[in-house]
């Protein structure tokens, strides 16, 4: 199994492009989050999904957007790239199956110039 | 809102030093707390969790953390550490099914 998968690795984009950021699953998990992390400040939530149709801000979802239509895929969506999203993106999954931890994808560092 | 404070930002240890990292949160009621490791360049690792029953719990690589519910805590500690606990070290509290709340982070420098 390959867990939770993150595409691509790295990313430089100019600002105002957009771009759109993949993660897929194969464990079957419903619940599935991306985070944003930025250096001291630990991990901010963007949004997530308690199951495919079903999406949900979380902290910091401005300039964001996302959408579930399979349990397996996550995407999330930069439409107008500012500087201010410059990060490193993390994909996470939870189980249902009552062990309340969530599984981390490899993440894919942004760079918005 | 829950919060998640972790105190020190920045440890800076000799091999074979014993290590206690500090978390405190501010959720009252029942939790499930997490300490999570990033080694460098590297994705997110779980290294221990408790929900609920001994407040003691043992992780990977000779990781442990205590609950104290009293003092809303969850102290990371191992008693020796190693050059290859090097990383960054994050707390994190949820209540069953909800978003895990995280600290800023702690990085951990072992010098050989």
């Known amino acids: 199994n390959a867990g939770v998968t993150q595409t691509p690795k790295f990313r430089i984009l100019k600002i105002g492009q957009s771009m759109t950021l993949q993660c897929t699953q194969d464990m079957n998990h419903n619940y599935m989050y991306w985070y944003r992390q930025d250096p001291g400040m630990g991990l901010k939530l963007i949004y997530y999904s308690v199951g495919a149709g079903i999406t949900d801000k979380g902290e910091v979802p401005n300039g964001y957007n996302v959408s579930r239509s399979t349990t397996e895929d996550f995407p999330l969506r930069l439409e107008l790239a500012a500087p201010s999203q410059t990060s490193v993106y993390f994909c996470?999954?939870?189980?249902?199956?009552?062990?309340?931890?969530?599984?981390f994808g490899p993440g894919t560092r942004l760079t918005v110039t | 809102a829950q919060s998640v404070s972790q105190h020190n930002h920045h440890v800076i240890l000799s091999e074979a030093a014993s290590l206690e990292l500090g978390c405190n949160y501010s959720?009252?009621?029942?939790?499930?707390l997490f300490w999570y490791v990033q080694y460098p360049g590297q994705h997110l690792q779980l290294l221990l969790k408790?929900?609920?029953?001994?407040?003691l719990v043992k992780g990977i690589k000779g990781f442990e953390a205590e609950f104290i519910k009293s003092k809303f805590s969850f102290n990371l500690r191992k008693p020796s550490v190693q050059w290859s606990d090097t990383a960054e070290y994050f707390c994190a509290v949820n209540r069953g099914y909800s978003t895990l709340t995280f600290g800023k982070g702690t990085m951990l420098l072992v010098s050989p």
């Open positions: 996470a999954t939870q189980s249902l199956a009552g062990t309340y931890e969530q599984y």
């Open positions: 408790y929900f609920s029953g001994d407040p």
């Open positions: 959720y009252g009621g029942t939790v499930n």
